[in-house]
């Protein structure tokens, strides 16, 4: 989410909450589409083999009677199952380990996309900071220097 509002969507939450919430759909995954407009190297760290596939959407779930579904609200009520939340503040994401807490931490909209976020759920707490560490530095990878040539063997002739 921090790439999608930083890059795609510019910093506008709401452009980037209308593209999440305002469609006839229910989302599959979020994929490497919201991370549009994100700087190359940044994004060959965040997904280096290429792996992330696109957003995909549930546009095919429809009623008994053929009609197309509508989108479900999460509820507490039908959240079982779900492992995590993120409400979308102004401020920052608000992530919540639903396994755990029914709030969670704040992570700012300027955090750094290459920190290192904990998947761990129980680190989540709401009354903790969230667990987000600053990014490793980057490896520099250096050429090693070009061996020197093997000296002349002498000749020898018959």
Known sequence: MLGAANHRF?????ALRRHLLDG?????????DLLDRV????????????????????????HLDGT????????DANAMGLEWGYVLHDHGIEVIALTYYDRGPIVSWDTDLLSRVSDTPSLWAPTRP?????????????????????????????
Do not use: Y
């Open 130 to 158: 969230a667990p987000v560490q600053a990014p490793a530095p980057m490896l520099e990878i250096t050429k090693p220097a070009a061996p020197a040539p093997a000296p002349a063997r002498p000749r020898i002739t018959r």
């Open 68 to 75: 197309p579904a509508k989108p479900i609200p999460i509820t």
């Open 39 to 62: 700087p190359d190297p940044v994004l060959h760290r965040l997904d280096p083999h290429g792996d992330n596939g696109p957003s995909a959407r549930s546009d095919d779930v429809f």
């Open 24 to 32: 006839s759909h229910d989302w599959k995954q979020l994929g490497k």
């Open 10 to 14: 510019g910093g506008d939450l709401d």
